[in-house]
């Protein structure tokens, strides 16, 4: 089979059983790729930018426990990769034993880190002496109880049948209608179309670290009408004062305002990096204000340019 003819090759966070594997399930098409799942974020991203996957999906936000670190540090810092699709995944675990275990037999409880915080009353309340144990992922808890390391994992209730496992408890959350927001990722590649529907996701280096440096940031967003839907602050690595700036906001890079803002950002910033341009999947259509639609932007560089070339 040559790279031509055999189906695209989509990298995730495994082992298979994972909500991010339900996240790639839910893409247009998922049905015909051929699924790489591999242990660690780091791992995934650096696959498809070897030129092993075609494209990755990774976790990148959840309601409940905010952005996940690893995936901002990663897209922010190392070889470039854009965004081209999100999902939204409503995240709900279960607690997922061998058959015949009790709650009272319970002594160990294995996850990710980001879905403990997320059921930790409930686990309180529930299995009260039982330690908490880190995963890589959900679905690597899931293996770890069916091998018997752990007496039980929190996971999506789907990976109880893949590891001959029985679901003691469902529906187990501490803050209902969670959700995880998932990203799908390519090598750098033109933006999808704007549908105007769109977010964009930009990473800004401030030069030095000074008063007023995020306000001059935000400043460039705020004077075009543009709305933030998720501002982080990351070191950079490169010492003490030096950091980064993830940002989503509402708009492609098509429309003009967006296009301007991120022009100020390169003007103000060491450095920008755009992750990005895509379709939001919650399909919401942002508020333009008075003077920031595309065709104020049209006619007042068009009044500009009769100031400039016009003779009295």
Known sequence: MTAETRPERYAYLGPQGTFTEAALMSLPGAADVEQLPLATVPAVLDALRRGDADSAVVALENSVE???????????????LRIVAEVHLPVSFALLVRPGTALADIKTVASHPIAQPQCRRWLAENVPDAEWRAATSNAEAAQHVADGHYDAALAGSFAAARYGLAVLAEDIHDVADAVTRFVQLRRPCTPPPATGMDRTSVVAFIGEDH??????????????GINLSLIQSRPTGAGLGSYLFWMDLEGHVDDARVGEALMGLRRICADVRFIGSYPRADRVRPEIRRGTHDADFTEAAAWLTTLRTAHP
């Open 66 to 80: 905010g952005s996940v670190p690893t995936t901002l540090d990663e897209l922010a810092t190392g070889e470039p």
């Open 211 to 224: 008063p007023g440096a995020l306000l001059e940031i935000l400043t460039e967003f705020s004077v075009r």
